[in-house]
């Protein structure tokens, strides 16, 4: 330890504390130095205690004492006595015998049952059945009647001195009965010097008017040049601050906005409620798709349809589902119910708000992307949500090409940070052809989305006659492979540490 270096680092209240524990023989208590120290505040002693204590000079030892005081109880048998006690009496000025009966016109209702109890588990009476039941007073109440027990005596104590250290066997008792005594720890400290504080003080040291903190009106007054300036000490323990900060999922979609900002996309947005026809006829989802089932969709109580007013394209999605209208399609062959089109659902993609945004600029050229709040009828596991977010987009160019598609994801991903990057084939309902995007991370291939063209069944309707490329990607997984998280569940888990810990993008 460099003793004249350490001793440059002290402040004030860290001098005063160690000349107060010299006076105190090495220990003593934060009053008894606050007390033998020119300080303002018991704060003061506390604060330069926990610093000496980061840079060895001194320990504190912390103590927890038990202390007590009465209760409510307490002092309703202070003033009456205890129910046991009133009823031991009763039964001694009644020969010994007293019935139950009896006995409830000696106490109160709710006071019989303790009583009963604590007579017999002291022994002080037992309970016999004859025509009525009956107390009979024993040997050791005829004794304890005239006695002050250990419980009266502690009561009368705590009566005369509020917060008493006890014995926690001598009140065990009390401590069991309901609002008879408050128990409260109270915790003490000790300061101690160290050996090393010990070598300071022995080397010595003045009290003098120093600078600790340069201000404006230190410099403007010239009182720098006057006085001494206390070094800093930069390797000095300090604590950890964490200040306000954007949520990782906010800030990674904040990112990925900017991203698709940078290369020339327009944000859309939709609503979480939408019609059946518009979630899923559009595209070209059949009536009967599995996936359009109670166990795989959130249907609406309120509302339960959602009028659709577009006739025009409801009889075209109707033919294109039916034979595939004037499409080369063959359709699905089923006869198309604008019923089952009206009914109101939780969105399952944010296709549903390219495919609007489509059918009312039908006009190339277009690139737009969403990021919004998807639902599904999941089971929450490590890797599934009822409730996530999906990053949609669509490019509607002219000539616009299944490679331009490849070009746009790889472009994205390495903007994100991913440097190798693959596709292979997929299928989705309303694409074709259709591919599934994966990364390399962590030694291994993620699969993170899928995208293609949409079908001629899908765009043709709404007015669309050039090739339309559109991808879903997910935000949950992707944060995953970011944030390096196993469980999708703890992106949503207000886990204070990580989330003050967790850098930003």
Known sequence: MDIDRVIKELSQNEKKVLLSLKKLKGKGSPEDIFKNGDFDQEVEVANAASWLQSKKLLNIEDHITTVYSLGKEGKHFLEKGFPEKRALKALSERKGVLSLKDLSEVLEKNEVPIA?????????????????????????????????????????????????????????SLVS?????????????????????????????????????????????????????????????????????????????????????????????GDFVESCFWNMDVLFIPQDHPAREMQDTLYC???????????????????????????????????????EGERAL????????????????????????????????????????????????????????????????????KRMGFEKIRFRPGYFPYTEPSMEVEVFWNGEWMELGGSGIFRPEVTEPVGIKNPVLAWGLGLERLAMLKFGVTDIRSLYISDLEWLRKKSLL
Request: contains cysteine; hydrophobic residues 35%; positive net charge.
């Open 116 to 172: 009963i109890g604590w007579l017999k588990k002291n022994g002080w009476a037992t309970i016999r059945k004859e025509k009525e039941t009956v107390l009979e007073i024993t040997e050791k109440g005829k004794k304890e009647c005239s006695e002050v027990s250990d419980d009266e005596k502690i009561l009368n104590l705590l009566k005369e001195n509020d917060s008493v250290e006890i014995n926690k066997d001598k009140i065990r």
């Open 177 to 269: 009965r309901k609002n008879v005594v408050r128990e409260k720890d109270v915790i003490s400290s000790t300061v101690n010097l160290t050996s090393d504080g010990k070598k300071v003080l022995e080397q010595g040291f003045e009290l003098v008017d120093e600078i600790s903190q340069i201000t404006s009106a230190v410099i403007k007054n010239s009182e720098w040049k006057e006085k001494v300036i206390r070094p800093y000490d930069i390797y000095a323990f300090a604590p950890a601050l964490y200040g306000g900060k954007p949520h990782p999922l906010v800030d990674l979609i904040s990112k990925i906005r900017q991203i698709f900002i940078e290369m020339g996309f327009m944000e859309i947005q």
């Open 301 to 339: 109580k309120t509302p339960s349809k959602i009028r659709i007013d577009e006739n025009k394209l409801v009889d075209e999605i109707a033919k294109v589902h039916e034979n595939g209208g004037s499409t080369s399609s063959t359709g699905w062959g089923y006869k198309f119910s604008k019923s």
């Open 346 to 413: 939780l969105r399952t993609h944010t296709t549903v708000n390219t495919i609007r945004y489509l059918y009312n600029n039908p006009k190339p050229p277009s690139k737009v992307f969403s990021i919004g709040r998807v639902f599904r009828k999941e089971s929450i596991d490590a890797t599934h949500l009822p409730e996530f977010y999906q990053i949609e987009g669509i490019v509607h160019e002219e000539d616009t090409n299944f490679r331009q598609l490849i070009g746009v994801l790889k472009e994205f991903y």
